[in-house]
């Protein structure tokens, strides 16, 4: 009798020592497969953002570029003897067109 409760236990300790191992393996492996998911859109988010900073400078860069040179020709065509002349009016246009973009 004392054998049989014995066995009984033991085959109730195994199945649930069964039970246990699965679910640690089972979420051990989903841990492991969303980890290394996220890990890499991470990464890919962080190349986006690195490619989309550098070309926003550099966009910024040749717009100040470009804004220049044409208010040095403007300088040139109206009046050479003022040489704020051509900075105020690209500027000014500069100013308009953001304005007008910045509403609603």
């Known amino acids: 009798m004392e054998t049989e409760i014995k066995e009984e236990q033991n085959k109730e300790e195994s199945s649930s020592s069964h ?12 841990a492991s497969r ?7 859109k991470i990464s890919e988010w962080v190349d986006k953002i690195k490619k989309r900073a550098i070309s926003m400078f ?9 804004l220049v040179g044409a208010a040095i020709y403007t300088n040139t065509i109206i009046d050479n003897s003022s040489q704020w002349a051509g900075y105020a009016i690209v500027g000014g246009a500069v100013l308009i067109i953001g304005y007008l973009l910045s509403r609603d």
Do not use: C, H
């Open 58 to 66: 550099l966009m910024a860069v040749g717009t100040i570029f470009f």
């Open 34 to 40: 969303i980890s290394g998911s996220i890990s890499d």
């Open 19 to 30: 039970w246990k191992n699965f679910a640690q393996l089972f979420l051990t492996n989903l």
